[in-house]
């Protein structure tokens, strides 16, 4: 498959679908609100790993994700290990990524752990959509805007 990007950020050609580029271990390596950067405090408090799964059966543009805690968050009072699990589509003509994802109780899989938890607009419980600026196979940007100002950029690399 051979598409001309639509991202501003590249890549500017593809022989890889969207969704097949998206299909990877992804890992915040860059976190800023406005023009401050908050990589530290992320990478500090959760450095959550997003694990993005290829659709299965006819759909193309959207599918399922895993999440992974090494380190204790909001209200957990162990050390970390947490698993979550979630959804992701693709919409606006693949401008846009929606995602929403929760952590599951160890203790029993059936309830999910917390509240509302991370920095906006990378929290769990909450359904969020980001402009994609930039998706390469190992290269993920995403814009979260509000009022067409834009408020927050991250960056995901492979892991």
């Excluded at 022989?15 to 915040?28: C, G, H, I, K, T």
């Excluded at 419980?125 to 067409?148: A, I």
Aim: some cysteine; proline content about 4%; hydrophobic content about 30%.
């Amino acid at each position: 498959m051979f598409s001309a990007c639509k991202y501003e950020d590249g890549p500017w050609i593809s022989f890889r679908s969207e969704a097949n580029r998206l299909n990877n271990e992804w890992q915040v390596q860059m976190f800023k609100i406005y023009t401050n950067d908050t990589t530290i405090g992320w990478k500090t408090y959760y450095d959550w790993k997003y694990t993005f799964n290829l659709p299965e059966g006819n759909a193309k543009d959207e599918g399922t994700m895993y999440l992974y805690a090494p380190k204790p968050f909001c209200n957990a009072i162990d050390s970390g290990g947490y698993h979550g699990k979630g959804y992701w589509k693709f919409e606006n003509g693949y401008n846009d990524l929606t995602m929403k994802y929760w952590f599951i109780d160890p203790l029993d899989s059936t309830q999910t752990v917390g509240d509302s938890c991370g920095i906006w607009p990378l929290v769990t419980q909450e359904e969020v959509t980001l402009e994609v600026r930039r998706l390469k196979h190992d290269e993920l940007w995403l814009r979260y805007t509000f009022g067409g100002d834009s408020i927050v950029s991250i960056r995901f690399e492979e892991s």
